[in-house]
């Protein structure tokens, strides 16, 4: 690393601090949309954000602390876009607390600057993204969702290890029904902070129509399931939602009928299925035309034996329907290898995307399926979520999870 990098460093005390005024100094930037080639330019960033790309060599003549990248690279902070934070029994806080601590600073020490967490606890969910908007923890953003499934759902999950109460009848936990007033349960839903509406389980055709409908209304995304059971994926994808969950998921697609028993639907998957790709190409081409994006979570389902993801995953990508990079898994609460590494690596070894590419998932799309646009990519307005790397991404991906530095909204973050 650079002598000026480890002075600096040195003088911030391996600390999160006030924002200085920045110039990145002749790096290599990689902007995030694999379309952009990588250029050799410095980042002048102001407030969070970073106000221009000096391309031409002339640098600001004013006071501005100075990263020297000379010989390094820059990129667009990454974002896991399926994690669940607050799923596991909240009863015990002080033990949860340092649980997420540990786990938030270790993503952010690998690079990981905006996560999606797909449901928990919205009140434990609510205070952890004021901290870690305010500087006060070290960690990503966090953005979330509440969790919208029918009655038989929640009262299966009550019986099981969790033994919540309060599943199904809170904001972020909404069990619906025929008559549940959508309108009044998205506002309370958004009230309560949420990004989006996940739609999971024991829903119909009929019902993620109509949150759809409402949630989109109110300006709030709707995040599916590939399979909620007895929906098809297929109708997930006629009501428009923003994106669908786990590519072994639209496996169900092609069972017969135009509803799905959950039980029978499983052990079908696990005997003697053969994947239908004229099925699937249909599928993922409404998928691509109505511009839903595709959380394949393959990591997650490669662990599980469910190969056929990683085919749908790789027809995805060639169709032209945008990738996130999900990975529904656990994260470590020590300085540990992250699954978000695992998931990148598979969707360039296993599914045909480019470094490029999949760099572009963690980045511009991930942002995207969040309706976020002023990150995912290195660009004037965007905001200073940017990661230094010692060696090029494009030729070793794991060295994004190896950062030099990481900038979260300007700060300098650095251990």
Request: proline content about 4%.
């Amino acid at each position: 690393m650079k002598t000026c990098v480890l002075l600096l460093l040195a003088v911030l005390g391996f600390a999160p601090y006030t924002r200085a005024q920045l110039l990145l100094k002749n790096a290599t930037i990689i902007d995030g949309d694999a379309a952009v080639k990588p250029r050799k330019g410095s980042i002048l960033v102001r407030h969070g954000m970073i106000e221009k790309i000096i391309e031409d060599g002339a640098v600001p003549d004013e006071q501005l602390t100075v990263i020297d990248c000379t010989g390094q690279f820059i990129t667009p902070g990454l974002m896991d876009a399926h994690v669940h934070l607050a799923t596991v029994d909240m009863n015990d806080q002080k033990g949860m607390h340092l649980k997420t601590d540990s786990i938030l600073e270790n993503m952010i020490r690998h690079g990981i600057t905006t996560v999606r967490d797909m449901a928990g606890d919205a009140i434990f969910l609510a205070e952890y993204k004021r901290k870690t908007v305010t500087g006060q923890l070290a960690g990503p953003d966090i953005f979330y969702a509440a969790q919208f499934a029918g009655p038989g759902y929640f009262e299966m999950v009550k019986g099981g290890s969790r033994g919540d109460k309060d599943l199904g009848t809170t904001p972020w936990y909404r069990a619906v029904t025929p008559g549940t007033d959508l309108r009044l349960a998205v506002a309370e839903a958004k009230g309560a902070g949420v990004t989006g509406i996940k739609v999971y389980a024991d829903l119909t055709r009929k019902q993620i129509a109509a949150i759809t409908e409402a949630a989109h209304a109110q300006g709030i995304q709707v995040w599916s399931h590939g399979a909620v059971f007895p929906a098809k994926p297929a109708d997930g994808v006629a009501a428009g939602v923003n994106s669908l969950s786990h590519a072994a998921d639209l496996c169900f697609q092609q069972l017969k009928g135009d509803t799905l028993n959950v039980s029978k639907s499983w052990e079908q998957i696990y005997k003697h299925f053969v994947l239908d790709t004229l099925v699937q190409r249909k599928l993922l081409q409404g998928m691509q035309q109505r511009h839903i994006f595709l959380d394949p979570t393959i990591f997650h389902a490669t662990n599980n034996k469910m190969w056929n993801a990683l085919t749908i995953t790789r027809m995805a990508h060639q169709l032209g329907v945008k990738i996130v990079t999900g990975t529904d898994w656990i994260y470590p609460e020590k300085n540990e290898e992250v699954p978000l590494e695992q998931e990148m690596a598979l969707l360039v070894n296993k599914c045909g995307l480019t470094t490029a590419e999949v760099i572009q998932c963690a980045t511009l799309n991930s942002a995207g399926v969040v309706g976020l646009q002023d990150r995912g990519v290195v660009r004037a307005g965007k905001r200073a979520d940017l990661l230094i790397t010692n060696v090029d991404p494009y030729t070793n991906i794991s060295a994004l999870f190896t950062p030099a530095v990481v900038i979260k909204d300007g700060k300098v973050l650095r251990w």
